[in-house]
């Protein structure tokens, strides 16, 4: 009968702890969650350059596109997707969904959305800008709005996204953008 008495306080970390999940001593998951925020604010506010970077970057892995085509992209998608995966996840908490929509989401990820929302806000976004669900945290739409304000294509924003196809997750979109392009460009000179 004791042990249905509930205490107050959060519980997580009781529950965690007696689950034998490893909790460094000394480090918060808030104090952790804030660092990772704090670059994904930063990649927010740098959106127009990184925009830039981003063009820059994709023109380079499309002249890429005869070596990967020649190792095959199936070879390819491992490294790359390691690589992708630490790149982004450092700078905008990346969840590899698998396509990325970070350059018309002003480089802020959709997928933390806590109701991973890919066209725009919920219903719920309090009235100083933050999340109903995490109420600690500003909305991920707040941020993406702003930062597609400071984008040369910032009106890609009121594009509508696909809806997440699940099957793609934890996979390369550097590769498949590229592949996309890439058949694009082949398409467009066999017309000419």
Known sequence: ??????????????????????TPAG?????????????????VRHSRFLEWFYHRFADAFLLLHPLWKKIGYDRVERPITFVERNVKGFL???????????????????????????????GGVRANGNCEVEPDMPCVWVQ????????????????????????????SSWLRVTAEAAAAREAAKKEA
Request: proline share 7%; hydrophobic share 35%.
């Open 1 to 22: 009968m004791a042990d249905a008495i509930q205490k107050p306080g959060n519980a997580a970390p009781g529950a965690k702890a007696a689950s034998g999940a490893y």
């Open 27 to 43: 480090v918060s998951p808030n104090r952790r969650a804030r660092r990772k925020y704090t670059v994904r604010l930063w990649a």
């Open 92 to 122: 905008f908490d990346c969840r590899m969904c698998g396509q990325c929509a970070l350059s018309s989401t002003g480089m802020s990820c959709p997928m933390n959305c806590p109701k991973q929302l890919r066209n725009g806000p919920c």
């Open 144 to 171: 993406a709005w702003n930062g597609s304000r400071n984008m040369i294509q910032g009106d890609a924003i009121l594009k509508v996204q696909k809806p997440v196809n699940q099957s793609l997750r934890e996979t």
